[in-house]
């Protein structure tokens, strides 16, 4: 059984910085790609980013330039680098993952079939 276990979350000021994991575990098959969506309070889900097997990115625009993901395969775990956070970063942040991944640089919810828990992330001004 396929297990996305995500941890970094916390609480920072405003510029702050956090780097959130996700380990993947239960399948003996590879990912075609993996990648960060984000939920805020009364909010939909919106998807931050994601990265292919091969090393593609893709990133919402409103986190370009402040947030980095990326991929260890040896310790099946992904990153996400979260630099300059602001108040409106602040979310459970969860990741997804899928072998097929139709389309995944949209960063579209209907493209990823294993989810994890979620991990806080409170950005304080």
Do not use: H
């Not at 090393?55 to 919402?60: C, I, K, R």
């Not at 330039?65 to 602040?90: C, H, I």
């Not at 993952?97 to 079939?113: G, S």
Request: charge should be negative.
């Amino acid at each position: 059984q396929v297990q996305l276990v995500e941890s970094g979350g916390g609480s920072v000021q405003s510029g702050g910085s956090l780097r959130l994991s996700c380990a993947a575990s239960g399948y003996s098959y590879s990912f075609y790609c993996m990648g960060w969506f984000r939920q805020a309070p009364g909010k939909e889900r919106e998807g931050v980013a994601a990265i292919e097997s091969g090393g593609s990115t893709s990133y919402a625009d409103s986190v370009k330039g402040r947030f980095t993901v990326s991929q260890d395969n040896a310790k099946n775990t992904l990153y996400l680098q979260m630099n300059s956070l602001k108040p409106e970063d602040t979310a459970m942040y969860y990741c997804a993952a899928d072998q097929a991944c139709l389309e995944w640089w949209l960063l579209q919810e209907v493209a990823f079939t294993y989810w994890g828990q979620g991990t806080q992330v409170t950005v304080s001004s």
